[in-house]
């Protein structure tokens, strides 16, 4: 079966839209499973197999259920204010981000913000961030001073599928690196 569009509604739900699906979020970001998929059978076929499937075989470890599966939530990638009960982690020295040509020019004047999300979202390898900006185009990839920053005092989180996150990159602590890495790493 294919899930691939029920999969992206589930994201929209979980992370930015609940009330696509008739539903609420607690604080933390969690929905009562029941009520999910009522809500999703509201407008598609669904049912409990479909949602674990969906959780299972996700690549991005995008969600969790909590440990009676009565509650499911995103790990990250919000748009709505929750708190999704991230531990403070000293970071590595380096991490990376991922992002499309098209937006270099921002960023080098602004550092990384969140724009439309909690977080910048940040990855620990260089090749996860080619990856990444390749979905934006042309793939332009950052390395973020990520052991300075904290350092300086900046707070970073790790989500449970290893996700980096932090509320802002300013520009002294990005360095550019040149396309034939980025590009390299994104093959």
Same mark, same amino acid.
């Given at each position: 079966?294919?899930?691939?569009?029920?999969?992206?509604?589930?994201?929209?739900?979980?992370?930015?839209?609940?009330?696509?699906?008739?539903?609420?979020?607690?604080?933390?970001?969690?929905?009562?499973?029941?009520?999910?998929?009522?809500?999703?059978?509201?407008?598609?076929?669904?049912?409990?197999?479909?949602?674990?499937?969906?959780?299972?075989?996700?690549?991005?470890?995008?969600?969790?259920?909590?440990?009676?599966?009565?509650?499911?939530?995103?790990?990250?990638?919000?748009?709505?204010?929750?708190?999704?009960?991230?531990?403070?982690?000293?970071?590595?020295?380096?991490?990376?981000?991922?992002?499309?040509?098209?937006?270099?020019?921002?960023?080098?004047?602004?550092?990384?913000?969140? +724009?439309?999300?909690? *977080?910048?979202?940040? @990855?620990?390898? /260089?090749?996860?961030? &080619?990856? $990444?900006?390749? =979905?934006?185009? +042309?793939?332009?990839? *950052?390395?973020?001073? @990520?052991?300075? /920053?904290?350092?300086? &005092?900046? $707070?970073?989180? =790790?989500?449970?599928?290893?996700?980096?996150?932090?509320?802002?990159?300013?520009?002294?602590?990005?360095?550019?690196?040149?396309?034939?890495?980025?590009?390299?790493?994104?093959?």
């Amino acid at each position: 079966m294919n899930l691939t569009n029920t999969s992206k509604y589930l994201s929209l739900v979980l992370r930015h839209k609940p009330e696509a699906a008739g539903i609420t979020l607690d604080e933390h970001g969690w929905a009562n499973v029941t009520e999910l998929i009522r809500g999703i059978q509201k407008s598609r076929h669904f049912n409990l197999e479909m949602l674990e499937e969906i959780v299972r075989t996700d690549q991005k470890q995008r969600y969790s259920f909590n440990d009676d599966h009565s509650l499911i939530r995103a790990n990250q990638g919000h748009s709505i204010p929750v708190d999704v009960e991230l531990p403070v982690v000293e970071p590595p020295e380096i991490l990376w981000h991922g992002t499309g040509l098209k937006y270099t020019e921002s960023i080098d004047r602004t550092g990384l913000i969140p +724009k439309s999300r909690l *977080y910048v979202h940040l @990855s620990a390898d /260089m090749e996860t961030a &080619g990856k $990444v900006g390749s =979905r934006h185009g +042309k793939p332009v990839v *950052y390395k973020v001073y @990520s052991g300075r /920053m904290a350092s300086d &005092g900046y $707070v970073f989180y =790790r989500s449970v599928n290893g996700v980096w996150l932090t509320e802002r990159v300013p520009v002294p602590y990005l360095e550019k690196q040149d396309s034939e890495n980025t590009e390299n790493s994104s093959a």
